[in-house]
């Protein structure tokens, strides 16, 4: 093998290798050393290593990137984040939806809703994120993660009543504090626009905001303002927020929710494919099934027929996944309920809601399969599981099996994607768009972020009654050359590193 002189750390032979960028795989063999990789062989070769793995044919591909988690906290209170490892996933961005972790006195209170009775550690700064990811580099986690600047957070910090229209005052404070979070090391920034305080902002403010980023670097995430009959207005919005503000999108989950919207998907699609036509960078991520999942209190208008768009969702179709309050309610629809305690269903999800408060997570069956397969075929969607750990409940399966689920069912099974192309949309593309250095594809001279799976057998197990169960078919996972996995078992290993952004 031509690997310069010294030794190979890891030498990962007879593999099916696909490199990530979408080629043909080809066999070969893979060499490893101080966490990069050194020599890729279109052969099976032998060379002197220090530790040899012999993949029998396998699939041997980058690590999958989850471009959008919510588990900004788990990071911290659960670092061996076996549930996303287990899945080959070796790096994530976390801070999506408007929400993050910092500044410090912000996001304490949403990580106390979702790991009660755990003591965020303390960490400092104007905008915070340099502390966070400082305290990630010294008590790493199993993974990689970066962030993204959640832009609920930034205005609570920044407002004195983040429900509102900032004055100028508090909107050059907004922008201070943004291009402060950038030069921390956050990616990009985040809007939750269907969430306090995120959704007070207008779009001229997420346009300044865009500005600002413009002359750092960094793209905008967004959770749009509705995604269901007022989705072509949203992706527009998105849209626009890109163009005037001169920076790189990425619409987050992207689909048509609610039976009035299915099949819109194309029409979004179609818009994303002409803002791309007039040079804007517009992409897109999804998880691969037909129920989303958030909090109770963000959906209740829509529940009880309140919110101001005039949305409506069905009581049997919103099924409670983590109640810490009750446990006993969870697996149960909010129409069951009703039922079971013979009042009306508006009622129950006001009084749950009233107990639970932030705590309260349900899922939303309110997805069509033809619009996720649309999507999905795209060439622009990549993947990002939207998953949140809980520390008890049922959580949405996608915390435990999206991309084994796109490899096995969509890819293998369904024949949606290529295998090659399934890589590509959770490694390379990803890496590219969130501007993840030298991650994502396999070549010399790329961190030694690898999994290898077994594309016969690969597939998701996680199930809505049962969802936390590892996949079947990952065989081992590294992480800057560290196995985390090994012949399907968390090695307890915590190779994780902070990923920075564009302002270095
Ligand atoms: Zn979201
Ligand atoms: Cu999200």
């Known amino acids: 093998m031509k ?6 750390d890891l030498l990962i032979r007879n593999a099916r290798i696909v ?33 040899t793995l012999d993949v029998d044919g396998r699939v041997l591909s980058p690590g999958f990137i989850d471009v959008h988690s919510h588990d900004d906290f788990a990071v911290v209170f659960e670092p061996e984040m076996g549930f996303k490892v287990e899945q080959g996933v070796t790096s994530e961005i976390v801070g999506n939806c408007g929400i993050g972790a910092a500044p410090h006195e912000c996001a304490r209170g949403f990580s106390n809703a979702i790991f009660p009775g755990h003591q965020l550690p303390p960490w400092n700064g104007f905008a915070g994120y340099l502390d966070y990811l400082d305290y990630l580099d010294e ?55 269907i969430y306090d305080p995120s959704r007070w902002a207008t779009t001229e403010e997420l346009v300044a905001l865009a500005r600002e980023m413009s002359r750092t670097g960094g793209l905008y995430a967004t959770h749009m303002r509705d995604e269901s009959r007022l989705l072509l207005d949203s992706v527009a919005e998105a849209i626009r927020v890109g163009s005037e503000g001169g920076v790189p999108v990425q619409i987050s989950h992207h689909k048509a929710s609610g039976r009035a919207s299915w099949g819109l998907v194309h029409d979004s699609l179609r818009l994303i494919e002409e803002a791309r036509a007039q040079g804007g960078d517009v992409t897109a991520d999804q998880y691969p099934y037909t129920a989303g999942s958030t909090i109770l209190s963000a959906v209740l208008g829509w529940l009880t027929g309140e919110s101001d768009e005039g949305l409506r969702m069905e009581p049997c179709d919103v099924v409670i996944a983590s109640n810490p309050d009750d446990p006993s309610l969870e697996g149960l629809s909010i129409a069951d309920i009703a039922r079971q305690w013979e009042i009306a269903p508006a009622d129950v999800a006001r009084r749950i809601v009233e107990q639970g408060q932030l705590r309260v997570w349900v899922v939303l069956h309110t997805m069509c399969e033809d619009d996720v397969q649309t999507v999905l075929r795209h060439p622009t969607t990549m993947i990002g599981s939207d998953g949140i750990q809980t520390p008890a409940g049922k959580p949405h399966p996608r915390l435990y099996g999206t991309f084994p689920r796109v490899l096995g069912r969509y890819a293998r099974d369904l024949a949606i994607l290529s295998l090659e192309e399934a890589v590509r949309r959770m490694t390379s593309f990803p890496a590219e768009k969130f501007g993840l250095r030298d991650r994502g594809t396999i070549r010399v001279g790329a961190h030694a972020d690898l999994v290898v799976f077994d594309p016969e057998t690969i597939a998701d197990t996680a199930t809505w009654t049962d969802p936390r169960r590892a996949p079947e078919g990952i065989r081992h996972v590294f992480v800057n050359e560290t196995s985390v996995v090994r012949d399907g078992a968390h090695t307890g290993a915590r190779p994780g590193r902070s990923l920075r952004g564009p302002v270095r």
């Open 3 to 8: 690997n310069g002189s010294p030794r190979l």
């Open 19 to 51: 490199d990530g960028t979408g080629a043909p795989s080809f066999t070969g063999s893979v060499g490893v050393r101080g966490d990069r990789i050194v020599a890729i062989e279109p052969s099976d070769v032998e060379a002197e290593a220090t530790a």
């Open 139 to 193: 008590n790493p986690p199993s993974l990689n993660v970066g962030t993204l600047a959640g832009h609920g957070v930034l205005r609570q910090a920044a407002m004195e009543n983040p429900r509102g229209a900032p004055s100028a005052g508090e909107l050059s404070r907004l922008r201070d504090s943004l291009r402060c979070a950038l030069e921390e090391g956050a990616v990009g920034y985040s809007s939750g626009l």
